[in-house]
C-alpha cells in the first residue's frame, strides 16, 4: 500500500504562488499516475492535473498554463506549482495516488489553499 500526505496550503493573494507537496510513503514503485484534485465549498471534487510514471502530464482548463505538477528527484514526492492563483482557486487540494496494489487508489487528507481578492 501507499499513504500519501499533502502539505504546503496557505492564504495568498491574488496572482500570488504556492508550492503543494504530497509525500508518499509505502510501495513507491507500485505506482503508475498521480493526481491533484480540488474540492472547493459547495461543490464537487474536481480533476486539476496528473503525471504518469513515463512523465506524461496532463490539466484541466481552468489551471492550464498556471500550474506544473511534477515529481521530485527521489520519486516519493509529487509537486504541484500553482502561480498566478485567483480567488476561484479557492478549495482543498487532494493528493491522489494510483497504485497496483488494491485497493488501488490512495487519497491524502488534503490542504487547505485560500486565496484572497
Known amino acids: 500500500q501507499v499513504q500519501p500526505v499533502e502539505s504546503g496550503g496557505g492564504l495568498v493573494q491574488s496572482g500570488g504562488s504556492l508550492r503543494l507537496s504530497c509525500v508518499v510513503t509505502?510501495?513507491?514503485?507500485?505506482?503508475?499516475?498521480r493526481e491533484w484534485y480540488r474540492q472547493a465549498p459547495g461543490k464537487q471534487r474536481e480533476f486539476v492535473a496528473s503525471?504518469?510514471?513515463?512523465?506524461?502530464?496532463s490539466y484541466a482548463d481552468s489551471v492550464k498554463g498556471r500550474f506544473t505538477i511534477s515529481k521530485g528527484s527521489a520519486l516519493s514526492t509529487t509537486y504541484l506549482q500553482m502561480s498566478s492563483l485567483k480567488p476561484e482557486d479557492t478549495a482543498v487540494y487532494y493528493c491522489?495516488?494510483?497504485?497496483?496494489?488494491?485497493?488501488?487508489?490512495?487519497w491524502g487528507q488534503g490542504t487547505q489553499v485560500t486565496v484572497s481578492s
Open positions: 503525471i504518469t510514471t513515463g512523465n506524461r502530464t
Open positions: 509505502g510501495n513507491i514503485g507500485s505506482i503508475y499516475r
Open positions: 491522489n495516488i494510483k497504485s497496483i496494489l488494491a485497493p488501488g487508489d490512495y
